[in-house]
């Protein structure tokens, strides 16, 4: 990897270069909820539920609180990921309900055959909370790159698939899961920008099962993403309105399985062009399920995604690999304009 | 863990994804009341009964195997007495309520022998028989392989081999944590071993010193592709569990005097600390002499009608013997 790969944001601007992000500590309570809302949320969930317990093949730090509370419901499996599946179907199967806290690109590609066959042919409620999808693992390398997590997870029959925005929704997700007794993989995005307004200074984000909330209306263009797409979205839907007159349906579609059919459906028949913005691969993420949807429905519809091409990957500081492929504000913004204006096809 | 919950508390919510009602959820309710009809462990069987048993389950085996059209016979009989011994001596049952949070849990690691499961659980009580003659047809719960949503009394589903020894590892945990006396009996080929699953559950297991929990190998000595060993070495395999903190004994499968005593034998499952290996030395397609005479090419395969008569002639007359 040399530097001529990716293009410098602001070449003359001096500041440091991007480095990577101790997305871990929990220890204090401020930080939990912002920087590891999925251990704060289990945590919190298992004050009220003792049938919650945690599992982690080897991502103890992620769950420093939980530990503290409940050290008699933390089991900690080793660098074994096929056994904690299969070891937390086993707990489920007595009534329990575990949470495997796990690398999102080790927790489901290692370990599909066993979510599939343990997990969710038993519909037994094993939640697999995936830390540091996409890109999130930067230079670790693309061994540690989860980006074909939801191709493979949304054929799931019976797994609510989930990749929340930000940590409110995080928070707010966990807890919905939480009242249901399906399977889960909730997909969890690393320092994301903020979408929701956070607890307790405002409500937290109301979801529905299978429901996207719309975040923005707009007749020009649908634009839906999950995860880090989200604050992407909502931003560029922002600067698009302001500086080129172009309105956008915003969604966030945070779950990936079951997805909201019908609004998608009647936002693509109303703009007739659909733009996906995910940190995951252009093939069976969000973008597909997209094209499936505008297919099936048969609806003309212009399709654009912003997504990791289904190429090597080049490895590098997360920042600065959003950057390369486009993966920000000015990258959605740029897609929407060509998608709206019938530039280059993507 | 509250101390006093004796488990967890609340019963699930609700399926939201699933569109379709299962048949049968038996083995995730944690019903914590027994029927009147529990079946207490170490309850009276001669061994002579026993044997019979062991010999009923090859004769429905291949009644069941005639009727689906194909099936895995070598394989079954190989374990007949270990399932005989275990289903109508070993384990604490509870046919009338299969999800009783205390019930002694059976895996079947090696999902391909269900044949020699089905007629069991069928004569205990937890469905009609006449559900047998639905075997392999499209919409019975009875299956080639075992599954957990379907049918009755099956505690886990099995069929990928490697997984039963995970799954049956986090049951113990579950017992532990719940301080529950329930044993988990994982029921696994040899050539299973092979998995590298397998060993990860076993570390697993001795690592949370889960004396509740027991593994059979089913050591027939032979896979798909040929002798075990010589596909791929798995021996020696009492080094290897005891190496992985097991406390190992390893016996003659077929022994049911033999098989009756190293049950007995078991630490307590509640102050147990360590998972228990026997390794049963069996051979594959037992008590039939075609089958022993050329047991690989049986691991799957279908008898003739004419070779079908001879094997019940055969077993029959070993099981009026008995008498």
């Avoid at chain 1, 830390?131 to 029959?157: K, P, W």
């Avoid at chain 2, 569990?241 to 049911?256: L, S």
Wanted: a negative charge; proline letters at 6%.
């Amino acid at each position: 990897m040399t530097e001529t790969h990716i293009p410098a944001q602001h070449p003359q601007d001096p500041a440091p270069a991007p480095k990577m992000v101790d997305v871990f500590s929990d220890i204090e309570r401020e930080t939990a909820f912002k920087v590891n809302p999925a251990g704060f949320a289990v945590t919190e969930l298992a004050a009220a539920d003792d049938r919650i317990l945690t599992l982690t093949a080897d991502l103890a730090n992620t769950l420093a609180e939980f530990r503290e509370k409940f050290p008699e419901r933390y089991i900690e499996l080793g660098i074994a990921e096929t056994n904690s599946v299969s070891f937390a179907a086993g707990l489920a199967a007595c009534g329990y309900v575990p949470y495997i806290y796990s690398m999102a690109p080790f927790g489901v590609l290692k370990t599909a055959e066993q979510l599939r066959t343990d997990v969710d042919y038993n519909h037994l409620p094993v939640r697999l909370v995936g830390r540091l999808s996409g890109l999130a693992m930067g230079y670790f390398g693309t061994s540690h790159y989860a980006v074909e997590d939801i191709a493979i997870a949304r054929t799931l029959n019976n797994t609510l698939v989930i990749a929340p925005a930000d940590a409110a929704s995080t928070v707010a997700l966990m807890k919905l899961v939480a009242t249901t007794d399906a399977p889960a993989y909730i997909r969890i995005a690393e320092a994301p920008e903020q979408v929701y307004a956070v607890p307790p200074d405002d409500i937290a984000p109301r979801f529905e099962i299978g429901k996207w909330p719309r975040l923005a209306t707009g007749g020009h263009l649908t634009i839906a993403a999950h995860g880090r797409g989200v604050g992407l979205a909502v931003q560029a839907a922002r600067l698009l309105a302001q500086r080129d007159g172009i309105e956008a349906d915003v969604f966030d579609a945070a779950f990936l399985r079951p997805f909201d059919e019908a609004a998608l459906a009647q936002s693509a028949a109303k703009t007739g062009k659909v733009l996906t913005v995910e940190d995951h691969s252009v093939v069976g993420g969000l973008g597909s399920i997209v094209a499936e949807t505008v297919a099936r429905h048969r609806l003309s519809a212009d399709l654009g995604q912003v997504a990791l091409p289904a190429v090597d990957l080049e490895v590098g500081v997360p920042a600065e690999l959003y950057e390369h492929y486009g993966l920000t504000v000015a990258g959605v913004a740029a897609k929407a304009r060509d998608l709206v204006r019938g530039g280059p096809a993507s | 863990m509250a101390r006093d919950s004796g488990g967890p508390r609340e019963p699930a919510g609700r399926h939201i994804v699933s569109s379709q009602e299962p048949i049968y959820a038996g083995a995730v309710l944690n019903d914590t009341k027994p029927s009147a009809a529990v079946l207490e462990r170490g309850r009276h069987a001669t061994d002579a009964e026993l044997a019979r048993k062991a010999d009923w389950i090859r004769l429905k085996t291949i009644e069941l195997v005639g009727q689906a059209g194909l099936g895995h016979y070598s394989s079954t009989f190989s374990c007949a007495e270990i399932v005989a011994t275990l289903y109508y001596h070993v384990l604490r049952l509870d046919p009338g309520s299969p999800g009783w949070a205390d019930r002694d849990r059976f895996l079947l690691g090696k999902g391909h022998v269900a044949t020699g499961l089905w007629p069991v659980l069928a004569d205990l009580g937890y469905y009609p028989p006449d559900w047998l003659g639905q075997f392999g047809k499209v919409g019975s719960p009875l299956n080639d392989h075992p599954n957990m949503k379907l049918a009755p009394g099956v505690d886990f589903s099995s069929g990928s081999l490697g997984h039963n020894l995970s799954v049956g590892a986090g049951m113990a945990m579950a017992g532990r944590i719940a301080r529950r006396d329930y044993r988990t009996f994982v029921l696994t080929g040899d050539g299973e071993l092979q998995e590298g699953q397998v060993w990860e559950a076993a570390m697993a297991a001795s690592h949370y010193k889960l004396g509740n929990l027991v593994a059979i190998i089913d050591a027939n000595g032979f896979s798909g592709s040929g002798p075990t060993s010589e596909a791929m070495n798995i021996e020696p395999l009492g080094a290897r569990f005891a190496a992985f903190g097991w406390q190992v004994k390893e016996i003659n499968g077929h022994d049911i005097p033999t098989l009756r005593a190293t049950f007995a034998s078991l630490p307590d499952p509640v102050t147990g600390k360590q998972p228990v290996v026997i390794i049963a030395r069996t051979n594959k397609g037992h008590g039939l002499e075609m089958f022993e005479k050329q047991p690989q090419a049986w691991h799957l395969g279908l008898l003739t009608d004419e070779q079908r008569t001879d094997a019940v002639a055969e077993i029959t007359a070993r099981m009026e013997l008995a008498e």
